[in-house]
């Protein structure tokens, strides 16, 4: 049974930084690509960024330049730094196994519960 678990989300001030994590299980972690997606409210869940099982990273032009995304294949947990935080980053984070066709990323079948990350201007 696959199970991810997202923690870490709070409320920052503009600005500031937050990191959340997420705990996986159910999957070989090491093989996969994991990706962190977000949903703000009345918006569609985007991709925020990806790392693949080798480390290579890809983001989120909103993102790119702040935030930073990790993998550790002995703890099976993928990480996201968020630095410089802005308003617009407010939104329910969520990781995922995530697939790359074509350019195009397809997430896994199982989502988690998610992180809220609050910015306040």
């Known amino acids: 049974q696959v199970r991810l678990v997202e923690s870490g989300g709070g409320l920052v001030q503009a600005g500031g930084s937050l990191s959340v994590s997420c705990t996986a299980s159910?999957?070989?972690?090491?093989?996969?690509?994991m990706a962190w997606y977000r949903q703000a409210p009345g918006k569609q869940r985007e991709l925020v960024a990806a790392i693949t099982s080798l480390g290579i990273t890809n983001y989120a032009d909103s993102v790119k330049g702040r935030f930073i995304i990790s993998r550790d294949n002995a703890k099976n947990t993928v990480d996201l730094q968020m630095n410089n935080l802005k308003p617009e980053d407010t939104a329910v984070y969520y990781c995922?196994?995530?697939?790359?066709?074509?350019?195009?990323?397809?997430?896994?079948?199982?989502w988690g519960q998610g992180t809220q990350v609050t910015v306040s201007s």
């Open positions: 995922n196994t995530v697939l790359r066709r074509s350019g195009t990323y397809y997430p896994g079948e199982y």
């Open positions: 159910g999957i070989i972690f090491s093989i996969n690509s």
